[in-house]
């Protein structure tokens, strides 16, 4: 979930004439790292042996 701070932040950043797609496509980015920030906090990924290992098994 994105925060009316953030919100405001990104649409600050955009240049004077921006089109809805634009904006739609930078919150989703923010929300995508968001999410990802919070998944490595709870130590919900994969180390680069493991991924390595795993990549073995397909190639």
């Known amino acids: 979930m994105i925060t ?3 919100l405001k932040e990104q649409i600050e950043s ?3 004439e921006f089109t809805i797609d634009e904006l739609i496509e930078r ?3 923010i929300e ?3 999410s990802g920030y919070q998944q490595s906090e709870s ?3 994969v180390s680069e042996s ?3 290992t795993e990549l073995e098994k397909w190639f």
């Open 27 to 29: 919150l989703i980015l």
């Open 4 to 6: 009316k701070t953030k």
């Open 50 to 52: 493991d991924l390595t």
């Open 43 to 45: 130590g919900n990924y």
């Open 14 to 16: 955009l240049s004077d």
């Open 32 to 34: 995508k790292i968001e």
